[in-house]
């Protein structure tokens, strides 16, 4: 079975400040996504990063950044000087190829980050 | 690229009513396409995985009959909420991913809201 588990809740910081979001997930397969989405107060998800399995080199693109280590089964994400458009929920999410039933996106019960000017 | 639409983006519909709810990828030819359901403040829950041309396969626990997909084509899917009742009330929302059989990065529609009175 599949679990991804973002610990936070809810996170509140003052603009500017930096904000980094925990991931820990578990899955049996050996091939798998992670992947990072944002739901902004209009609903729609918007996709941020994917990381296979095999790549655990680190990104940065522009104010985020992702820390993918796959002893601790982690892929956390970074904000770098927040702003107020940033308020949104953000969700981690799994995906691996599961044979009987196509490629299942599992997703953390999301945090909610809340940026204040 | 990889925009998906979704149509309504709400509606309001009187209990015992069917509504249904279009999905379509805009800018490429989507060969899996994903059905989740938001309640408030929560996590999505994935209702049903379809592929074009075939029956969709449902989560455990979703009515089969009561929630209808139908994936016709390769830009679309409509999912048909039947004798819709207040407990249907929730934000659906589609996504699309463009290849089947591997783990890949589904784009979602910006959602439809249903409230059922």
């Known amino acids: 079975a599949q679990k991804v588990t973002q610990a936070q809740t809810e996170i509140s910081v003052v603009e500017k400040e930096d904000v980094t979001l925990d991931c820990v997930y578990e899955t049996r397969d050996t091939t798998y996504y992670l992947f990072w989405y944002k739901q902004p107060p209009s609903g729609e998800l918007v996709f941020l990063i994917r990381r296979n399995s095999f790549d655990e080199q680190n990104e940065i693109s522009g104010r985020y950044s992702w820390n993918f280590q796959k002893s601790t089964s982690s892929f956390n994400f970074t904000i770098t000087a927040s702003q107020v458009v940033d308020s949104a929920v953000y969700f981690c999410?799994?995906?691996?190829?599961?044979?009987?039933?196509?490629?299942?996106?599992?997703f953390g019960g999301g945090t909610r980050v809340l940026v204040k000017p | 690229g990889a925009v998906v639409s979704q149509h309504p983006s709400w509606v309001i519909c009187k209990s015992g009513t069917s509504v249904k709810i279009e999905c379509r990828s805009l800018d490429f030819q989507a060969t899996t396409m994903f059905w989740y359901r938001q309640f408030p403040k929560q996590s999505l829950m994935l209702m049903a995985t379809?592929?074009?041309?075939?029956?969709?396969?449902?989560e455990q626990g979703v009515e089969k009959d009561k929630f209808l997909i139908n994936h016709a084509s390769l830009t679309l899917s409509t999912l048909t909420v039947t004798s819709a009742h207040p407990e249907d009330s929730s934000f659906y929302i589609c996504?699309?991913?463009?290849?089947?059989?591997?783990?890949?990065?589904?784009?979602f529609g910006p959602g439809t809201r249903l409230t059922v009175l």
């Open positions: 996504s699309a991913q463009k290849t089947s059989g591997s783990p890949d990065t589904q784009y």
């Open positions: 999410a799994l995906s691996a190829y599961i044979k009987a039933a196509g490629n299942k996106l599992t």
């Open positions: 379809s592929n074009e041309g075939s029956k969709a396969t449902y």
